[in-house]
């Protein structure tokens, strides 16, 4: 019941907080073509954003697949993995399983595109070389929380909403610098070229706030599915000691610091983990134990 409550605590946090980052997006955006061409503008920036939301976001999970190079995995290949992607729909809701890819990266990572209706995940062969199945099935569960939320829609959205307002605002200030030169006598207060030119930064920190708060609530999201936060916990530790290796080898240094967290689109896997094992305390693992490694060829 503890584990239930704080579960819900941090969905509910994690929904109220997005909702409110999306309308600042969503203003900042209006007061950028308020400020560039009135009512007219933001008229046109409503119809375009309409249309970015029906058109963009049915991109086939396929297509998407191809243009990272992934390989389609067939059941008979990996017959472990996939009923253990289905178990992972069926306790999650959804009617059609995920088709399941593999890329080719050395680095440990894994990526969901699509809707419920149609979705694909993708899984690196550096997955597959770092991770025991346990491991891999609580990466999976991360993915299937994001297609059950709607998450790959809602960033590519915010996405595309960030870089209009990067548009709208060079559009603007194209605009203003222009007619100040051609005629002397406009006279365009700065604080106007002031505005234009922070809107594309808190459009970006807004956005990947979104993206942040998404990926807390997909390891919420597959901690119910899985009843098994450890899981999440050791595979997050794995992927990145791999990439501070990694870093490493290639640049001779420790890595000693990661980007600042607001430019970040993931949130700091040292605040995941401490947010899961608060889960664990309360939680013994009730999903199959999948402690073996999987024989591939990846």
């Not at 061409?37 to 933001?42: E, L, P, V, W, Y």
């Not at 203003?176 to 002397?184: E, N, T, V």
């Not at 030119?197 to 706030?209: E, I």
């Not at 119910?224 to 791999?242: G, R, S, Y």
Request: aromatic share 8%; charged share 20%.
């Amino acid at each position: 019941m503890k584990r239930q409550r704080q579960l819900e605590g941090y969905k509910s946090r994690a929904f109220a907080y997005t909702i409110l980052l999306i309308i600042a997006l969503i203003v900042i955006l209006l007061v950028c073509g308020w400020v560039v061409g009135g009512s007219q503008t933001i008229l046109a920036i409503a119809v375009a954003s309409l249309f970015i939301f029906l058109a963009a976001p049915r991109l086939s999970p396929d297509l998407v697949m191809r243009f990272y190079r992934g390989r389609k995995i067939p059941y008979s290949e990996l017959p472990e993995l996939h009923d253990d992607l289905e178990g992972l729909c069926r306790r999650a809701g959804l009617v059609k399983v995920p088709s399941l890819y593999l890329l080719q990266v050395p680095a440990p990572n894994a990526l969901s595109t699509g809707a419920a209706e149609e979705a694909a995940i993708a899984v690196s062969s550096g997955s597959f070389r770092l991770l025991n199945e346990r491991e891999l099935v609580a990466v999976m569960a991360h993915e299937v929380a994001h297609i059950v939320h709607g998450d790959n829609k809602l960033i590519l959205v915010t996405e595309l909403v960030r870089q209009a307002v990067g548009t709208v605002s060079m559009l603007g200030i194209m605009v203003g610098i222009i007619a100040s030169w051609l005629s002397p006598d406009v006279h365009i207060p700065v604080w106007i070229f002031v505005l234009l030119a922070f809107a594309p930064m808190a459009a970006f920190l807004c956005q990947r706030a979104i993206s942040r708060l998404r990926e807390f609530a997909a390891d919420m999201k597959a901690v119910e599915l899985m009843e098994d936060p450890e899981a999440l916990v050791t595979a997050l530790m794995k992927i990145d000691h791999h990439s501070r290796s990694m870093f490493k080898r290639l640049f001779g240094v420790e890595k000693d610091r990661d980007l600042p967290t607001l430019l970040q689109s993931h949130p700091d896997i040292g605040e995941r983990i401490e947010r899961l094992m608060v889960l664990a305390k309360d939680i013994s693992p009730k999903s199959p134990v999948f402690h073996r490694r999987l024989h591939s060829r990846f």
